[in-house]
């Protein structure tokens, strides 16, 4: 290439697994890439429960992407919220604390990922966060062990019924982040904190774990979901099937049975697991060149992960529509690859030609300590072989010989002894952000605190 030419430009929106994969795979490629990302971090979301159940600290699953990426010259990582994609003028508008910028690029990869769906009913999440963040995490960490202090306090006041509704806790959604949050809330109950208050038996506390479907890993093979009913029950886990959630409030949730009869559960912490919604960025793409969003919100793409008549712009992961594959981690890393690997072609005049095929590399859900089942192809693993797996996979898929490492530790303690590293909780965990959701004009405020101005960058 021409030392003096400009290299073609990549942008490339969100830093979670698409995202960041795909930049890795350009590294070696003779382009310039812009990393946009609304958070600061990769976010490893498969363990966000384990940051809400006390195991890890949220730095272990959520590095700093300006670290991972540091020694990889060719991409600068910038923190901002995509507000508007042009693929005619081939532009992308960020912004940051309300100051808009403007990019133009040659080719885009975009990656923005999910978010939590209350199916409509967007103020359930007052009282039932989701479990797509670090701030839901943290927040639900504080919610999870402050019912257990709260429940102490009512119980050493003789108000019973009160303690019981703060030691109920009932987990929406019997997907594998259902079923994952609920084993762990049984293990915090009935082993991590059974010797560690005076009036209240934490062992006695009730969970529930929820779902409008009529099976429990609904994506796994039947015989694996009778398998995890059964060892959830043996939890002690009350699982309702067939069960859809109408009303959530602070202090209970209503949900309306197979028959059709409405019930409440008396229970001041939710835990929102069903659901996801695609970037809204997906449907702005899909007006702009004709395509239907599906009921995910998520863009149809074409079998090379491109727009129609716009080969440079690629929709990988939770935002893509193809083939009915999962949102999962592997699908995001494996057309992110893909993606960077027609970058590349196309950089050499050597197109790739050939579309793009998913890998499957099976399904997996821990159910407790030791406990967990795995389906790979047709081979079906349950009990700790499939435990010992699921560990393996994740501390592979961890960013960092040093998370590894410190993740590595944090399960020792936590699954051959009975603490968790990570009990501190602050009031601010649980209200903080609910409190900044109300500021609606925070953005404009702080960007005049601090001075910044408009700017615009081709």
Do not use: C
């Not at 963040?133 to 003789?158: C, H, T, V």
């Not at 409008?212 to 093979?221: N, R």
């Amino acid at each position: 290439m021409n030392p003096t030419a400009q290299r073609p430009k990549v942008i490339i929106i969100g830093s979670g697994f698409g995202g960041l994969f795909a930049a890795r795979a350009l590294a070696k490629a003779e382009v310039d890439i812009r990393l946009i990302g609304r958070t600061t971090h990769h976010l490893f979301q498969p363990l966000l429960y384990q940051v809400a159940t006390g195991i890890l600290s949220p730095g272990e699953i959520a590095p700093a992407t300006r670290e991972v990426l540091a020694r990889q010259e060719n991409v600068q990582v910038e923190l901002g919220e995509v507000t508007a994609i042009d693929v005619e003028a081939k532009t992308v508008t960020a912004s940051t604390l309300g100051v808009p910028r403007t990019y133009s690029y040659d080719h885009l990869i975009v990656a923005a990922g999910a978010a939590q769906s209350w199916f409509g009913n967007d103020q359930f999440a007052d009282f039932a966060p989701g479990m797509k963040s670090i701030d839901d995490a943290l927040e639900l960490r504080g919610r999870i062990f402050g019912a257990f202090e709260l429940a102490e306090l009512a119980a050493a006041q003789g108000r019973h019924a009160e303690a019981r509704a703060h030691t109920t806790f009932v987990v929406v959604g019997a997907g594998p982040t259902g079923v994952e949050m609920a084993g762990q809330l049984a293990e915090l109950s009935r082993r991590t904190l059974k010797h560690d208050f005076r009036h209240i038996d934490p062992r006695n506390a009730t969970i529930y774990l929820m779902d409008a479907a009529g099976a429990v890993l609904g994506t796994f093979d039947e015989s694996l979901q009778t398998r995890t009913r059964r060892a959830m029950e043996r939890l002690g886990v009350k699982v309702l099937l067939g069960a859809k959630v109408v009303d959530v409030d602070a202090r209970g949730i209503e949900y309306l049975d197979q028959a059709g009869e409405q019930h409440r559960i008396e229970a001041l912490t939710k835990v929102w697991a069903a659901g996801v919604a695609a970037s809204p960025l997906a449907r702005q793409l899909a007006d702009q060149v004709g395509l239907q969003v599906d009921r995910a919100g998520r863009i149809p793409v074409q079998p090379d992960l491109t727009l129609p008549g716009h080969p440079d712009v690629y929709v990988v992961g939770d935002m893509a529509a193809l083939d009915n594959l999962p949102g999962v981690a592997q699908v995001a890393i494996q057309q992110s690859r893909y993606a960077a690997r027609k970058i590349r072609a196309s950089l050499g005049g050597r197109p790739v030609t050939e579309p793009f095929s998913y890998f499957d590399k099976g399904n997996m859900a821990t159910i407790s300590r030791f406990r967990a089942i795995a389906e790979i192809g047709k081979v079906k693993v349950t009990g700790f072989p499939a435990w010992a797996l699921w560990l393996g996979v994740h501390l592979v898929y961890i960013i960092g010989f040093k998370s590894r490492i410190t993740t590595l530790l944090h399960w020792v303690v936590s699954f051959l002894g009975r603490g968790r590293s990570e009990r501190n909780i602050t009031e601010q965990q649980i209200f903080g952000r609910l409190a900044m959701d109300r500021i609606n004009d925070l953005p404009q405020r702080a960007a005049r605190n601090v001075g910044w101005t408009s700017s615009d960058e081709a």
